[in-house]
């Protein structure tokens, strides 16, 4: 069974940084495109960043470019990385990792491809 596990958020104050991470379990990470995507009260999910399965293309939502970066560990720990730095109270939100259902997509597929999605990880930025 695919699932996926987003940890790692918190309260950090403006300027700060957080390292989010995602847990896999069931399926083998380095086959998928993973997305991080993120919901802020009273506005639509938005796709945050992307890393393809090869791992060497990776995207990023304009106003996180230069700040956030996106790994993943595979093998043994199967996990995927979400690394946010100099953070702001416009990256207040829910973030959530998700996962291609398809094997050996792409992170421009990822955008309407159907996902397997985690629970969420609360963000939140004093500013």
């Known amino acids: 069974q695919f699932q996926l596990v987003e940890s790692g958020g918190g309260l950090v104050q403006s300027g700060g940084s957080l390292r989010l991470s995602c847990a896999a379990s069931g399926f083998a990470l380095d086959n998928y495109a993973i997305g991080w995507y993120r919901q802020a009260p009273g506005k639509e999910r938005e796709g945050v960043s992307c890393i393809s399965p090869s791992g060497y293309v990776t995207n990023y939502l304009d106003s996180v470019k230069g700040r956030f970066a996106i790994s993943r560990e595979l093998a043994s720990k199967n996990m995927a990385y979400l690394q946010m730095n100099n953070l702001n109270a416009e990256d207040t939100a829910i973030y959530y990792c998700?996962?291609?259902?398809?094997?050996?997509?792409?992170?421009?597929?990822?955008?309407?491809?159907?996902?397997?999605w985690g629970q969420g990880t609360q963000v939140t930025v004093s500013s």
């Open positions: 998700a996962a291609d259902k398809r094997p050996f997509g792409s992170c421009h597929d990822l955008k309407t491809v159907e996902k397997n």
